[in-house]
């Protein structure tokens, strides 16, 4: 998804009308069958469920929120996660409306007895920031982490008349080290937090070595072609190939159901073909928009949705962009 206008109230009313907007536009691509599929794949116990998405446990203070936007309920958008530790429990993602992660705080106290203490978001696109404000209702809240160059898109994104609650949230954001790994020690569960960049200028990726569970933000699209609007592609397939050979078990994609290692493999096919059709484009003078339209995924690869229809020539101008020095 694109960035979304800020998450204020009145920002809110403005964002709905976009996402209304998004919706008629990606009315058609989506049929009832791919649908379904989608809501079938659910692979941990399902402890929630409403229309945006459900909340699967994976272990023992362990949850994934898989977001189902498909049905055009924009609350949450992106997936997530709840982590608890003896010390602290961990939120991964603001999700694109307030009210999302109002929902998703919610959870976490039921299931863990406490609100969140930290709120880790994977990259600065509004579907995983924009609803910030909801983990703060009576104007306290977790500690956001983010990388600096997160906050930084975040806060130059941010319209003047924003309000101070929400300014406030980003400027006091705790900075994540964008050159190496570093950790949140949860008490008992130690998460390890890895930069990467590829699918945006700077994406964070959360895992749990012992356990074998990686959320991986939109480094990883699974069933759902992902959005290169502000790719760098060849570092997407660097990072995809080594987030895979982290071992996992179960890896939580930014959108879509949970993957397994062959999801992760399909998934690199699907990303690999998009790169051989614009090498292609390139080679017969093609322009993007041609490319797009003509460009198939492979049919042994599954059935994979498209957000918006100009995803595949969205693809293609990132190659060619990044082709070009740009
Ligand atoms: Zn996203």
């Known amino acids: ?35 379904t599929l989608w809501s079938e794949r659910t692979q941990g116990r399902v402890v929630a469920q409403e229309p945006f998405g459900r909340l699967e446990s994976l272990s023992e203070g362990l949850w994934a929120l898989v977001s189902t936007p498909l049905g055009g309920d924009y609350t949450t958008v992106s997936n997530g996660g709840i982590l608890a530790g003896t010390n602290g429990v961990l939120v991964i993602e603001a999700f694109q409306t307030p009210e999302g992660a109002l929902w998703m705080a ?52 941010m319209p003047a008349d924003t309000e101070p609650l929400l300014r406030g949230i980003w400027e006091d954001a705790v900075l994540l080290a964008e050159d190496r790994p570093g950790s949140l020690d949860l008490g008992g569960r130690t998460v390890l937090l890895s930069p990467w960049q590829g699918h945006t200028s700077s994406d964070v990726t959360v895992s749990l070595p012992d356990e074998g569970v990686t959320w991986c933000g939109d480094l990883v699209w699974n069933g759902m072609f992902p959005n290169y609007m502000d790719a ?79 995803y595949f020539q969205r693809a293609v101008e990132a190659w060619m962009k990044e082709w070009s020095g740009g």
């Open 106 to 157: 919610e959870k976490a106290r039921e299931l863990t007895g406490r609100w969140p203490t930290h709120v880790l978001v994977t990259h600065y696109h509004g579907d995983h920031s924009n609803g910030a404000q909801g983990f703060f209702p009576d104007g306290t809240g977790p500690s956001i982490h983010v990388t600096g160059t997160t906050r930084r898109l975040k806060r130059e994104g």
């Open 1 to 35: 998804m694109t960035e979304h206008s800020h998450p204020t109230r009145r920002g809110f009313i403005k964002t709905a009308s976009a996402c209304a907007a998004h919706a008629a536009l990606m009315a058609t691509p989506f049929p009832a069958a791919a649908r």
């Open 232 to 310: 760098t592609p060849s570092q997407l397939s660097r990072a995809v190939r080594a987030i895979q050979s982290d071992g996992s078990d179960t890896y939580v994609p930014g959108h879509g159901p949970l993957a397994k290692d062959a999801d992760m493999s399909r998934y690199l096919e699907v990303i690999n073909g998009i790169e051989e059709t614009a090498r292609t484009a390139r080679r017969e003078g093609w322009t993007a928009e041609e490319a797009g339209a003509r460009h198939e995924i492979r049919e042994d690869l599954g059935e994979w949705t498209l957000f918006n229809p100009s």
